[in-house]
């Protein structure tokens, strides 16, 4: 691997045993429209794996549902054999249909069929990290994560996945899967517009990371008049300044942004990087309220 030209944004945190750059990268962008089929441009997918881990990037998030098997296949087929400091995170719980939907597969047949999925299309003989994805496309829904996250305790205990995470959850559901075996992480939806804070400040303190999906709005960007008006200020693109504001908004935040140009990815860490004044934080945080 590379020496990267300069640190990434936010240094690292320890995902349970492992040390992971706080900037990250989302793979579901490299599938094709609506996260089906190939790449428009194989080569160019290939390249901003392969840049990612250039720049320093030892944490890269995937699932075996986009595509499906899209993203993982181009992952092993851009970097592997994995150089000894990447972390590669996945997720169960869906599956795809042929219109593109995201119907739910927690049974405990399904659950093992895509871990043993994940395994294969990754080459791999032990998953880093697999989330268990609750909720819908809508967002959480409340009930028990007791028979899916045991499940993935199981697959844990028989050496094919080293960390455990839960992604789209309530706090309840949080709260049940510590409960049964220690968590690394919660991956959900959160950035400047969609907050979660309490959940953030409350994983922060027990050392749990917490990985957002959508950083930046997902399929709708974030629109916002304050964000517009601290960018103009700063000379920066309200995208970045979305970024630098969830890496300054807690230690345990986690960035996973996806795009599928190289250009883009450099700009995202530029953008995280950027060190935002109080008083514009403070501006920012009155989007959420």
Known sequence: MN??????????WTLGDSPVTRFGYGAMQLAGPWVMGPPADHAGALAVLREAVSLGITHIDTSDAYGPRITNELIREALH??????????????TRDAQGGWPTARRPEDLRKQVHENLESL?????DLVNMRMGDAQGPHAGSIAEAFETLV???????????????VTGEQVAEARSIAPIVCVQNMYNLAHRH????????????????F??????????????????NRLGATPMSVALAWLMQRSP??????????TAHLRENIAGAGLSLPDEDVAELDSIGH
Do not use: C, W
């Not at 959508?214 to 964000?227: H, I, K, W, Y």
């Not at 345990?252 to 140009?261: C, E, K, R």
């Open 154 to 168: 199981a697959l844990q205990q028989e050496g094919l996945i080293r960390h455990l995470g839960v992604s789209n």
């Open 3 to 12: 020496t990267p030209s300069a640190p990434l944004p936010g240094g690292t």
């Open 197 to 212: 804070d309490d959940l953030v400040d409350h994983l922060a303190a027990d050392g749990i990371a917490y990985v957002p």
């Open 123 to 127: 080459g791999v003989d032990t998953l």
């Open 214 to 231: 959508f950083p930046l709005g997902g399929f709708t960007p974030l629109q916002s008049e304050a964000l517009s008006q601290v960018a």
């Open 252 to 261: 345990n935040i986690l960035l996973i942004p996806g795009t599928s140009s």
């Open 81 to 94: 054999p994995y150089p000894e400091p990447l972390f590669i995170a996945t997720k169960v719980g869906a």
